[in-house]
Nanobody
């Protein structure tokens, strides 16, 4: 079994920064991709950013230039540095790990951007 655990959410003022971290553990042979998704109240879950094992990244248009995803393949961890946060970034952020054996999700961490 694989466990995915996020940390680092919280309350921040508009224009501020937060860093989310995620660690995957358990029976892991190879993680194909890791990513961050978010879900705001009343909205569908959406991709924020993802990173492949070779380092290629993908970002939602709404976060390009503000968010940066990074990964440590040896430790099976992924981080999301979020800068210039906006109220519309408020959501529950979920970490995702895609393995050959399946896709695994964390429980989510709340990010609230408000003055």
């Amino acid at each position: 079994q694989v466990q995915v655990v996020e940390s680092g959410g919280g309350l921040v003022q508009p224009g501020g920064s937060l860093r989310l971290s995620c660690a995957a553990s358990g029976t892991i042979n190879s993680i194909l991709a890791m990513g961050w998704y978010r879900q705001a109240p009343g909205k569908q879950r959406e991709l924020v950013a993802s990173i492949l094992s070779d380092g290629r990244t993908r970002y939602a248009d709404s976060v390009k230039g503000r968010f940066t995803i990074s990964r440590d393949n040896a430790k099976n961890t992924v981080s999301l540095q979020m800068n210039s946060l906006k109220p519309e970034d408020t959501a529950v952020y979920f970490c995702n790990a895609a393995l050959v054996t399946g896709t695994y999700w964390g429980q989510g961490t709340q990010v609230t951007v408000s003055s």
